[in-house]
């Protein structure tokens, strides 16, 4: 006897299988082992060689083939399966215990076969066939207990639980040794006595399976039962039988119920009697009516049946506490919920703008308002505050509890409907600021409305909306204004300030003679103009003794050209080359612009830097050096600015001359800082200007100074603003 690998769902077992002679090939079986709930089968098969007629003698040890996930794959030589001849029996063992065992018989095939083909109907006689051990030298019976025991036989290095039965035991299983059969089994229906083949079955009341008596030739209904068949289709079929309100025959139907509530069998009606429902006997009985005294009414119409009230209309509320006068019409109000009077116009056509329902207010009773009742989102009320259009699609109803004054309706610039008082009042669908005073600036005055000792005024309303209007619009200092008739626009006044344009890009130069110059590169400035102010920014990796400018030559574009004075041939320069452009030279510092060449090594002896003295470029805004100053608060004069200007020393007898620029107004009545930006190492002069809040007076300070950086060289002014970038 050899033995053979199996492989087993990505699991090598050595298994002592049988190999059949050669000239009968092994048949594979190969199939998935489920337990009884459908789960799959984890465990071990224990499998044995039988043959003669008594079941009882087997060739060979047991083997043990493991299964995971239900995996099966085992290669068995194949047995005749006749009287006397080989057979395979299998025991399937799972959590340690002994589940089921089978007879197996295996044909020959060239294809795998599933245990379903190969299972025999004939099963072992005892367990103990199934679960008899054999020694592996003798093939004696070892005697082991007829529990599952806790010994573990060893199959090439993989435990393998060993169940065995002591010679001469009588085994049992009983379904609590099958784990999870015995809750398979009760979710399964019970065959009841009634039960018969070949018929119909139901299950009865109790859940048995009980076969439907009645004859062959019956209908079976829904719930079990059996009757002869009929026809619905034009009456000519056999009458059907009716359930429901209706019963009876479908040739002879009685009406029993209306809307599944009973009618009253035994009472036999009267002349001139109604059929009523009667509570006490839960039927519909006839009884006399309409003779009688009068009856309570409820719902759209209340009280006696002698003096009705109408206080609903569809079930919508009337307002019962508004007071209707001459030409209004009933309304439905969707904030209050109610059927109420209201004015509307009584012509087909509107004469004035003050009748439109836009942000219309009006008093709904003594205590309320109502503004913009007739917005919806089928018909917005839109306001525009610029560019922006704000939409309301719903109104405000305002709430009176106290007090005697007036209420401001407004819009503000958010869209948001508010409502300004000192009255003690509720808002619902508005936002309430609870202060006198009159519409805030920046808002749309909508209404008006006074009150007296908590109740609005009739005729106290005072409409504010307005059809047509325009705004003064007045530039400050520094400021222009362009007023084409359908927009004005505001501008920086160039005369006296400047602006800026930053530009920057990577240029490459080819080599440069000594002495030479290199072609002109361009430099993308959208927005330069020829003739402005350029402040170049050189690259850090500029070699020495290379000088270079910038210039606006043309609409959007920057001229860049290097020249060489380092006294040798150079190789391509490269490198990003930034540039601020200034428009408005009247606010321009001027700077001196010096030359990066040097005498000694790589110098040119004997020739004199470039003399760039007569170039007025400004410094980069980046290298300003912020100054703040902190003002004190004034009531008489609230509003500041600083009047300022720059020296590097050379002009402290001009101080006055030397305040030329201004910042903006600000608003300094409990206090400010302004901050002002300096070239580095310059002096700056400013002094102090405070007008009241109508700019019609206004008083100078006194002139001071500070110096614009932590440096105490006044040189350093003119260095920092010769700096080459």
């Not at 000239?23 to 465990?43: A, M, Y």
């Not at 106290?402 to 869209?415: E, K, P």
């Not at 240029?507 to 003679?513: A, G, V, Y």
């Not at 300096?678 to 100074?705: F, H, K, T």
Request: glycine content about 10%.
């Amino acid at each position: 006897m050899t033995s053979a690998l199996v492989l087993l769902s990505g699991i090598s077992v050595l298994s002592r299988v049988p190999v059949a002679k050669a000239e009968e090939p092994n048949t594979i079986v190969e199939d998935v082992i489920l337990n009884p709930d459908g789960s799959q089968f984890d465990g071990v098969l224990k499998i044995l060689r039988g043959r003669g007629q008594t079941g009882r003698d087997f060739e060979g040890a047991a083997q043990y083939i493991r299964v995971v996930n239900g995996q099966l794959r085992v290669s068995l030589s194949p047995s005749l399966g006749g009287v006397g001849s080989d057979y395979y029996v299998v025991a399937f063992i799972r959590n340690g215990k002994l589940e089921s065992t089978e007879r197996w018989i295996v044909p020959v095939a060239t294809t795998p076969l599933r245990v379903e083909q190969i299972r025999s109907a004939s099963q072992p006689e005892d367990l103990e066939i199934a679960v008899r051990t054999f020694s592996s030298t003798s093939g004696e019976p070892v005697s082991v207990c007829k529990s599952v025991s806790s010994q573990v036989q060893r199959v090439e290095g993989q435990a393998i639980p060993s169940i065995a039965i002591s010679a001469g035991a009588t085994p049992s299983i009983t379904i609590s040794d099958v784990v999870g059969l015995s809750t398979e089994l009760q979710l399964r229906p019970v065959r009841g006595p009634g039960f018969a083949p070949e018929r119909v079955l139901a299950s009865d009341p109790s859940g048995l399976i009980q076969a439907v008596v009645g004859d062959l030739a019956d209908c079976i209904r829904t719930d079990g039962t059996s009757g002869p068949c009929s026809t619905e289709s034009g009456g000519s079929g056999d009458p059907i039988t009716l359930f429901g309100d209706v019963t009876g025959s479908s040739s002879a139907t009685t009406v029993t119920r209306l809307l599944s509530r009973p009618l009253n069998t035994a009472a036999t009606p009267a002349d001139g009697q109604v059929l009523t429902w009667e509570a006490s006997s839960g039927t519909w009985r006839p009884k006399s009516g309409g003779s009688g005294g009068p009856i309570t009414l409820s719902g759209d119409v209340t009280g006696s049946s002698s003096a009705t009230t109408v206080t609903r209309l569809l079930s919508r509320p009337l307002n019962t506490t508004a007071t209707p006068t001459d030409g209004q019409v009933l309304t439905w109000d969707a904030i209050l919920g109610l059927w109420s009077p209201k004015t509307v116009p009584t012509t087909g056509a509107l004469s004035m703008a003050s009748q439109l329902r836009d942000f219309f207010a009006e008093k709904l009773s003594p205590t309320q308002l109502g503004v913009a009742q007739s917005c919806s989102p089928v018909t917005p009320c839109n306001v525009r505050f610029g560019s922006v259009v704000h939409g309301l699609t719903s109104g405000a109803t305002i709430t009176l509890t106290a007090g005697t004054g007036t209420a401001y309706v407004y819009l503000t610039r958010s869209g948001q409907l508010t409502v300004q008082t000192a009255l003690t009042v509720s808002c619902n669908g508005c936002v309430l600021v609870n202060q006198s005073g009159g519409f805030p600036m920046g808002t749309i005055p909508l209404w008006t409305w006074s009150a007296t000792n908590a109740s609005w005024n009739d005729g106290g309303g005072t409409d504010y909306r307005s059809t047509y209007s325009t705004s003064l619009i007045t530039p400050g200092p520094g400021m222009v204004s362009v007023d084409t008739g359908t927009m004005i626009t505001l501008a920086i006044d160039t005369t006296q300030y400047a602006t800026s344009i930053d530009a920057a890009q990577a240029l490459s130069f080819q080599s440069i003679p000594n002495a030479s110059c290199s072609p002109p590169a361009s430099v993308a400035a959208r927005g330069a103009t020829p003739g402005d102010t350029v402040a170049p920014g050189w690259p850090s990796n500029l070699p020495l003794g290379i000088v270079g400018r910038m210039v606006v030559t043309a609409l959007d574009t920057l001229s860049v050209q290097l020249c060489n004075l380092s006294g040798s041939n150079t190789g391509v320069i490269a490198g990003t080359f930034r540039a601020t452009v200034f428009s408005g030279a009247a606010s321009i510092e001027s700077v001196r612009l010096e030359s990066r060449n040097h005498s000694g090594a790589g110098g040119l002896p004997g020739v004199r830097p470039l003399d760039f003295e007569a170039l007025a470029l400004p410094l980069l805004r980046s290298e300003y050096v912020p100054t703040r100053l902190d003002l004190g608060p004034s009531s008489n004069w609230p509003m500041v600015r600083i009047r300022f200007g720059y020296s590097d020393g050379d002009a402290a007898a001009g101080e006055a001359a030397l305040i030329k620029y201004a910042s903006a107004w600000a608003d300094c009545n409990e206090g400010c800082s302004i901050t002002i930006m300096s070239p580095p190492g310059c002096v700056l002069y400013y002094r102090v200007e405070r007008s009241d809040d109508q700019n019609s007076m206004s008083r100078l300070g006194a002139i001071n100074s500070v110096v614009a950086s932590c440096s105490t060289k006044m040189a350093n002014c003119q260095a920092g603003l010769s700096k080459v970038q």
